[in-house]
T-cell receptor, first 114, second 118 residues
Framework: DAGVIQSPRHEVTEMGQEVTLRCKPISGHDYLFWYRQTMMRGLELLIY????????DSGMPEDRFSAKMPNASFSTLKIQPSEPRDSAVYFC????????????FGPGTRLTVL | AQSVSQHNHHVILSEAASLELGCNYSYGGTVNLFWYVQYPGQHLQLLLK??????LVKGIKGFEAEFIKSKFSFNLRKPSVQWSDTAEYFC????????????????FGKGTHLIIQP
């Protein structure tokens, strides 16, 4: 299995631009998670899906952030408009189940907003 | 809501030294506990986890952790570290299976950067 795939690996954009991050979970995994990592706040859960349905989006920082999962093999995290404080590494993870199941992480997307 | 505290942000040890990384969590209900590791340039990967049963759990690469419920702790240990253990270590918690839906995401500690000197 190829593991969790994220694209792009690096993104540099200017303030105000729209940014779309993509994730392909491991086949057969029912859960998909989006996390953000910054020096100040560490790793934070943004949102997660179960069977393509958003379950908890309480970690999404504001309305500029949105996430979708149109099918079991693809999810996007969109920031519109982007701001310099959105600069971070964004990780996608998937798991077979919730709770005590291992989450498998992708390599992350390093986003820099100038 | 859960929170996780890792006591040391940076730890430097010599090879063959013993390792213990502290982790405390706050949550009133049943929890699942994890240690993840991120080696330089690699993905986050699971070292070990606890969700029930024997509170002493063994993971990959000789790591182990002990869940002490009365202390809300889940410290990571390794009796003899190697240079290849240099990495970032994260303690994480999720709500247990009896807590209801919508609680499957992980709450992470800030991480401990471990450097092993040869």
């Amino acid at each position: 299995d190829a593991g969790v795939i994220q694209s792009p690996r690096h993104e540099v954009t200017e303030m105000g631009q729209e940014v779309t991050l993509r994730c392909k979970p491991i086949s057969g995994h029912d859960y998909l998670f989006w996390y953000r990592q910054t020096m100040m706040r560490g790793l934070e859960l943004l949102i997660y899906f179960n069977n393509n349905v958003p379950i908890d989006d309480s970690g999404m920082p504001e309305d500029r952030f949105s996430a979708k999962m149109p099918n079991a093999s693809f999810s996007t995290l969109k920031i519109q408009p982007s701001e310099p404080r959105d600069s971070a590494v964004y990780f996608c993870a998937s798991s077979e189940g919730g709770g005590n199941y291992e989450q498998f992480f992708g390599p992350g997307t390093r986003l820099t907003v100038l | 809501a859960q929170s996780v505290s890792q006591h040391n942000h940076h730890v430097i040890l010599s090879e063959a030294a013993s390792l213990e990384l502290g982790c405390n969590y706050s949550y009133g209900g049943t929890v699942n506990l994890f240690w993840y590791v991120q080696y330089p340039g690699q993905h986050l990967q699971l070292l070990l986890k606890y969700f029930s049963g024997d509170p002493l759990v063994k993971g990959i690469k000789g790591f182990e952790a002990e869940f002490i419920k009365s202390k809300f702790s889940f410290n990571l240990r390794k009796p003899s570290v190697q240079w290849s253990d240099t990495a970032e270590y994260f303690c994480a918690v999720s709500a247990g299976s009896y807590s209801g839906g919508g609680a499957d995401g992980l709450t992470f500690g800030k991480g401990t950067h471990l450097i092993i000197q040869p």
